[in-house]
């Protein structure tokens, strides 16, 4: 799984891939933790592509209920091909604001990076993993 960043101006532009035909997640958290996770979810192998943004309330998650944060998050682009799926996407700034996460240029943070076989986002992962990075 792979996770490349930039940013333009206000808006954090991710790359997301995975070796998957089901769901994946890239996630923000201030501790190394699934718990509170801020997370981009998406399928992009079934026609229409899925894209939310969600939050980790352990065992469980649910879609964020700020309306414009879900608004504010982008898909610039997706694939799917040879077993793996690929999305583009951007998300202002400010919408880490909102979620309580620093999405800016140099914040710290803990990134969760997820896939699942299934296209049901209520289906566990596959593989999870965390790492601090520096944004």
Known sequence: MVFRWRHEGAVLRGQLSAPTPGWLAVGFNDAERLRGTCFVMAQV??????????????????????AQVQR???????????????????????????????????????????????TDFGHHSAFREHQRVIL
């Open 45 to 66: 192998s079934e026609a229409p592509p899925r894209l939310e943004l969600r939050r980790a309330a352990v065992p469980d998650h649910g879609p964020v209920a700020d």
């Open 72 to 118: 504010d998050l982008v898909l610039v682009s997706d694939s799917f091909g040879g077993g793996a799926s690929r999305l583009d996407f951007d998300l202002p700034h400010r919408s880490g604001d909102a979620l309580g996460v620093n999405l800016r240029a140099g914040a710290a943070t803990y990134l969760m990076l997820a896939w699942s076989r299934s």
